[in-house]
């Protein structure tokens, strides 16, 4: 048993090694790093730092303008006011000034197991687009990465109606390459993928921005930040 724990452990160490020896050599981030001005477009609070983190923290390391723009309070049980306290303070530890964060509190846009409304998913979105100046949206894929209806809702929404930004959308993988956390960069590269993470000091901002989200950290949140792909590392589309 303590022979099997051992090679476990210097296999993780072997592997952090392999991503510190890619990160120090490559480009992180891609054609996203291009623009002055980027808002992720989200579901829920929480959003920001389950999915879209690693890529938060790398555009403002780089000096990039970043927004969040948070299409409901997820008051799903309630709890809405909570949760988007727990947004800005998620957003802080992410590095994003709490000016440039956003809630929608709209009925048609509730936390729910429901596909949202399109056209007010584009209007909230093209106005937000308009008054900051934004050159560039990131959001879900159509996969939603999780399979969320309201994830799903943003990328069909906005997919052909954005003709003045670029729009990136989060790469959904199968259940398997979600779950073995930092060594799907492997794979990633190896099919080409635009890859984007954090500088290696700032690894674990995300995780710190997780934390922020206490009414959220079940016994199952934990065991997402531990393998989770997307707490470590993101990959993008861009439409």
Same mark, same amino acid.
């Given at each position: 048993m303590e022979t099997v724990s051992l090679l476990i452990i210097c296999g993780g160490l072997l592997a952090l090694l392999i991503v510190f020896l890619i990160s120090s050599k490559l480009q992180p981030a891609g054609s996203i790093t291009q623009h002055k001005s980027v808002v992720?477009? +989200?579901?829920?609070?929480?959003?920001?730092?389950?999915?879209?983190?690693? +890529?938060?923290?790398?555009?403002?390391?780089?000096?990039?303008?970043?927004?969040?723009?948070c299409l409901s309070t997820g008051n799903f049980y309630g709890e809405g006011k909570t949760r988007v306290k727990e947004l800005y303070a998620s957003c802080k530890a992410l590095g994003v000034d709490t000016n440039k964060c956003s809630t929608i509190d709209d009925t048609s846009l509730a936390d729910g197991d429901a596909i949202w409304n399109k056209t007010q998913i584009q209007y909230y979105v093209a106005e937000y687009i308009q008054s900051h100046d934004i050159s560039a949206v990131v959001t879900f894929d159509e996969g939603g990465v999780s399979g969320h209806p309201n994830h799903i809702s943003i990328p069909v929404a906005l997919s052909n109606s954005l003709p003045n930004s670029t729009l990136y959308k989060l790469t959904s993988v199968n259940i398997f390459r979600k779950y073995i956390s930092f060594l799907d960069i492997i794979i990633a590269l190896i099919l080409g993928e635009e890859v984007c993470w954090p500088p290696w000091q700032l690894m674990t901002a995300p995780f710190v921005a997780m934390a922020k989200h206490k009414s959220q950290l079940m016994w199952f949140r934990y065991l997402y930040m531990i393998f989770s792909r997307y707490m470590i590392f993101n990959t993008f589309q861009q439409s």
């Open positions: 992720f477009v +989200t579901a829920h609070p929480d959003d920001e730092c389950m999915f879209f983190g690693p +890529t938060i923290v790398n555009l403002i390391h780089q000096n990039i303008e970043v927004h969040i723009l």
